[in-house]
């Protein structure tokens, strides 16, 4: 089964923040954050790892709720190059592979 | 910075033509995957590779083969397309079979089948 995101749209105004959340019915080793602008390739934004790693974008940040089973990606002080479809990606547990499954994807707009 | 490229960028095509959507990585990563993205929707992962003569189905099932006789090379092809084909097909790479290894996407190839 796929992740759920939510919102599945956003307008933001320029320098609001936003969040984006991701969601499984299944337990997660790891999730994946990835952006993709229209017509683009998606672009990785973060890793989080089930016990705690973090790796990825300076100026983005993300939570991963093992309970849960859900990941959370935070925007602060949003720019106009934020604008774009994000994307997770999730491994399930016990994972192996790096064999991702994507979410249904939030589009984000930022105005000025 | 990561070098994995497609080719074609964009394709039209008549249905029932043999066509091989090329994708190369020059990265040296072990691990390879195709997905099928349809405009505005979520990504679905049709194969991927673990490395050299290695090819697995993904989660969406596919009528396209692929094959890895190289490591920097992970073509897939479909035998006679159909109009249900067209869609925008993505290749990836990753480093290794580590969990905090990035995926690397090319810039997709555009199929349309007339």
């Known amino acids: 089964q796929q992740p759920v995101q939510s919102p599945q749209a956003v307008i933001l105004r320029e320098g609001e923040d936003a969040v984006i959340n991701c969601s499984s019915s299944?337990?997660?080793?790891?999730v994946h954050w990835y952006r993709q602008k229209h017509g683009e390739a998606p672009v990785f934004l973060m890793i989080?790892?089930?016990?705690?790693e973090q790796k990825g974008h300076d100026k983005i940040s993300a939570s991963f709720n093992e309970k849960k089973q859900q990941s959370s990606l935070y925007l602060t002080a949003s720019q106009l190059s934020y604008s774009g479809t994000y994307f997770c990606?999730?491994?399930?547990?016990?994972?192996?592979?790096?064999?991702?499954?994507f979410g249904t994807g939030t589009q984000l707009k930022v105005e000025l | 910075e990561a070098d994995i490229y497609q080719t074609p960028r964009y394709l039209v095509i008549g249905t029932g033509k043999k066509i091989t959507l090329e994708c190369s990585q020059t990265?040296?990563?072990?691990?390879m995957y195709w997905y099928q993205q349809d405009p505005g929707m979520e990504l679905h992962l049709i194969h991927y590779s673990y490395g050299v003569n290695s090819t697995e189905k993904g989660d969406l099932s596919s009528e396209s083969t692929v094959s890895r006789i190289r490591t920097e090379h992970f073509p897939l092809t479909l035998e006679s397309a159909r109009p249900s084909h067209t869609s925008q097909y993505l290749c990836?790479?990753?480093?290794?079979?580590?969990?905090?290894?990035?995926?690397?996407f090319g810039p997709g190839t555009r199929l349309t089948v007339l």
């Open positions: 990265m040296g990563h072990d691990k």
């Open positions: 299944k337990a997660l080793y790891s």
């Open positions: 990606g999730t491994e399930y547990w016990p994972g192996g592979g790096n064999k991702l499954t």
């Open positions: 989080l790892l089930k016990g705690g």
């Open positions: 990836a790479s990753s480093e290794s079979l580590s969990h905090t290894d990035t995926q690397y």
